[in-house]
């Protein structure tokens, strides 16, 4: 079992930055890709970025391409995602998953419980 706890949400104005951190807890998660995905109200939840379990891969959505950057420290066991450039279509829900990296997503086998991210004009 791999338990996730997502942190670092919040309200930022447009063009703000935020960084999320997820923390893994269990013997195997650093051996997982990572990801995040997010939910905005009314929508289906979508990918946003995964990274190998050796940080040495990462694959992002288009709409977030060159604002954000996931990254992974396995001596901690977390994994964070430094969001750039923000603007109230990124409001949503975010969430980390564990999982294994399929085409271009992440078949996530465990979920955090989301943290809230809001971005005003």
């Known amino acids: 079992q791999v338990q996730l706890v997502e942190s670092g949400g919040g309200l930022v104005q447009a063009g703000g930055s935020l960084r999320l951190s997820c923390a893994a807890s269990g013997r195997t998660a650093s051996s997982y890709a990572m990801g995040w995905f997010r939910q905005a109200p009314g929508k289906e939840r979508e990918f946003v970025a995964r990274i190998s379990w050796s940080g040495g891969s990462t694959y992002y959505a288009d709409s977030v391409k060159g604002r954000f950057t996931i990254s992974r420290d396995n001596a901690k066991n977390t994994v964070y995602l430094q969001m750039n450039s923000l603007s109230p279509e990124d409001t949503a829900v975010y969430y980390c998953?564990?999982?294994?990296?399929?085409?271009?997503?992440?078949?996530?086998?465990?979920w955090g419980q989301g943290t809230q991210v809001t971005v005003s004009s």
């Open positions: 998953a564990a999982g294994t990296s399929v085409k271009d997503t992440l078949r996530s086998y465990y």
